[in-house]
């Protein structure tokens, strides 16, 4: 359970409880004022919450940490003992120098802000701008805009799009850190933003759901994708002359093209242990974790060039497509 009742039908559905539409329809009313205050709290076992415990006493089990099986006598939560490894990994030439040079453009935002002692009041935007280096070390392909946050010209703006200032840049409300891929509700007075997985997540494969900051209802169908303000002072430079417009449209090609740069260190390092696996102990599996789903994207490229299977577990995948992709795993040789 994260926040509220409500969070707990997507892991019953997880496990195969039924008819959780009534259910939780019935609840509705009574667990969420039991679950604002302290006070409500301290009387769970009296009132309209009974429905509610009595369906989770029917699918809970509560044990001690020190609790034995009868006949074995070992520790429920025994498990084996764990190894840890920390491999520190060296960037090539290329990744470095492209590494340093987003690092000195951050280190310079943070001495510029530093001066002014404005730095609390920007945190977040130099969390933004540490993103990048981030990505980098999670390794994969980086488009130019994720390096530069270069604005995105007007005329290719389809009229959907959030324009926002970076200088009000939020974290995402869902995962609290530097959006990735943000995404734009419609909500009245003010749009919220999230990370593309953290809102998908939320939807979990349905058409609608409240909003996680206002509750107004989203749809969606209307998520918007949220792009840097469009930087007037180059739409009207662009006008002034033929060489102008060639210069404009060079820059604009510029800005949309994906880079060159590839950051493949981790990745090689990642490869050489799973081959070692592989040949080692056939029988077993990886997990490999990682918080950009650009990482994770660009990974699904690779491993199958090297001869693994996969599958993936994502938040923004539906409970039963991540039910669906655990059950494969668990039963793929």
């Known amino acids: 359970m994260n926040t509220t009742p409500r969070d707990l039908k997507g892991q019953l559905s997880f496990i195969g409880v039924s008819h959780l539409d009534k259910m939780f329809s019935l609840f509705a009313s009574s667990m969420e004022g039991v679950f604002k205050t302290a006070k409500r709290r301290r009387s769970w076992n009296g009132g309209t919450i009974g429905p509610f415990l009595f369906l989770m006493q029917n699918v809970m089990i509560r044990h001690a940490i020190s609790q034995t099986a009868r006949d074995s006598k070992v520790g429920i939560m025994t498990l084996p003992p764990k190894e840890e490894r920390v491999i520190e990994i060296e960037f090539n030439a290329a990744e470095r120098k492209e590494y340093d040079r987003v690092q000195k453009k951050a280190a310079t935002m943070y001495e510029q802000l530093k001066a002014t002692g404005k730095v609390n009041r920007h945190y977040l935007k130099l969390n933004s701008a540490l993103l990048p280096l981030r990505i980098a070390c999670s390794g994969g392909q980086l488009a130019e805009g994720q390096i530069n946050r270069k604005t995105v010209p007007k005329e290719n703006l389809t009229g959907k799009e959030l324009q926002y200032d970076l200088d009000s840049t939020q974290e995402c409300s869902i995962c609290l ?39 107004a209802t989203v749809k969606a169908e209307d998520l918007r994708d949220v792009v840097p303000k469009v930087d007037t002072n180059e739409t009207k430079d662009k006008d002034k002359s033929e060489d102008g417009k060639k210069a404009s449209k060079k820059k604009h090609v510029e ?3 994906d880079s060159d740069i590839l950051f493949r ?45 996969f599958r993936t577990l994502s938040g923004n995948m539906t409970m039963k497509k991540r039910s669906d992709a655990l059950r494969e795993f668990q039963v793929s040789a």
């Open 177 to 215: 850190d530097a959006m990735e891929e943000p995404k734009a509700t419609i909500c009245k007075p003010v749009p919220h933003i999230f990370c593309k997985e953290c809102i998908q997540g939320v939807f979990s494969g349905a058409s609608s759901i409240p909003c996680p900051c206002c509750r």
């Open 255 to 257: 800005t949309l093209k």
């Open 265 to 309: 260190s981790k990745f090689e390092t990642l490869l050489k242990e799973l081959i070692r696996v592989r040949d080692t102990e056939p029988g077993s599996k990886s997990l490999v974790f990682s918080q950009f789903t650009s990482t994770l994207q660009w990974m699904k490229q690779e491993l199958p060039k090297h001869g693994f299977q």
